[in-house]
């Protein structure tokens, strides 16, 4: 039997859907790429190879209005609540918090540990 932490560890999955459309999560007209973070993470109940079924649900307290999985930011600080059930356990909600770069792409992990869903956002330089 494996002890939490390396069930912990074998259960990290990572949740990066290729998505065709972004969401844009700022007021105010496109803009390039340069200026905006990009969120990539789940555009509905992604289910990941562990049996746990997440997705991103607001970003700085704001309901999405439509599934997406690449979210645009401007810089500065976010908060992201991530929907998170496994299997006979209640369905939870993770808030994250980052303090996004223009010009960096952030991915949602999520995982389990000790019969919990737990999300983190990474960073992942472009």
Known sequence: MKSSAEAAFASVTAILISGCAATQAYDGPPRSREQIAVI???????ITNMGIAA????????ELAEASSKIEVLPGKHEIEVECWMQRVPKST????????????????????DGKCFTRILNKRR
């Open 40 to 46: 990539t993470g789940m555009s509905g109940w992604e």
């Open 55 to 62: 997705r991103v649900t607001r970003i700085d307290g704001k």
């Open 94 to 113: 993770n808030v994250n918090s980052i303090d996004a770069e223009a010009g960096v792409d952030y991915l949602i992990f999520i995982g389990a540990k």
